[in-house]
């Protein structure tokens, strides 16, 4: 079936730091793939996508590329910040089987942020 | 816009008790999802509906868990009886076509977290 591995956490970081979260996946088929933060109390809220291979998602300073060779999508920002402090999942979209698209998460990295 | 709705946010039940979870989509949004979350986990579907009918529900645990979408707009799910192993977090999330395309967000409520003693 279709899985997503992603590094254990928790990753604590001192501000400013570079940051890289891997994320591999396995999958029958060609998937969209999907970086999801949890802040504190919150709900999941997209971060960023990408729909195809070598297709790069970016947003507020995120970046993450899909690499079909590697089924990679590791997630990258070049100076992180105390409010990036979160739980981040890698996520795939992908035919379930049922004649429709299903979201499959990793476990998920907690991210701490220190000044 | 307002945002996915979930009610109550918090809640503790004795086992064996019914316990039930109320969601509101954003508006406009076609298919619903309920997610559970354990601790330490990512979400896991449990059911999706697609407006009024529910096109997935493999993965409910359907002796205990059952779930409505009357006039495909707001959900509710429910277990009944409770056990100690339901403690987790239940999210809600909606989007705009649902299964029909690959590339489409999701959009999370904020989730229930229930403690089952």
């Known amino acids: 079936g279709n899985s997503v591995t992603q590094m254990e956490g928790p990753v604590t970081l001192s501000e400013e730091a570079f940051l890289t979260i891997n994320c591999t996946y396995t999958a029958t088929g060609y998937p969209s793939l999907f970086w999801y933060v949890q802040y504190p109390g919150e709900g999941l809220q997209l971060l960023l996508k990408?729909?195809?291979?070598?297709d790069k998602g970016s947003n507020k300073g995120f970046e993450a590329t899909y690499r079909k060779e590697t089924t990679s999508f590791h997630l990258e920002k070049g100076s992180v910040q105390v409010s990036d402090s979160a739980v981040y999942f890698c996520?795939?979209?992908?035919?379930?089987?049922?004649?429709?698209?299903?979201?499959?998460f990793g476990k998920g990295t907690k991210l701490s942020v220190i000044p | 816009e307002a945002g996915v709705v979930q009610s109550p946010r918090y809640k503790i039940i004795e086992k064996k008790q019914p316990v039930a979870f109320w969601c509101n989509p954003i508006s406009g949004h076609n298919t619903l999802y309920w997610y559970r979350q354990n601790l330490g986990q990512g979400p896991e579907l449990l059911i999706r509906y697609e407006n009024e009918e529910a096109v997935d529900d493999s993965q409910l645990p359907k002796d205990r868990f059952s779930a409505e979408r009357l006039k495909g707009v707001d959900s509710t799910l429910k277990i009944q009886p409770a056990e100690l192993g339901d403690s987790a977090v239940y999210l809600c999330?909606?989007?705009?076509?649902?299964?029909?395309?690959?590339?489409?967000?999701?959009?999370f409520g904020p989730g229930t977290r229930l403690l089952v003693l």
């Open positions: 990408a729909t195809k291979a070598d």
């Open positions: 996520a795939l979209n992908l035919d379930s089987g049922a004649g429709s698209y299903q979201l499959t």
């Open positions: 999330a909606s989007s705009p076509w649902g299964g029909s395309f690959v590339q489409e967000t999701q959009y």
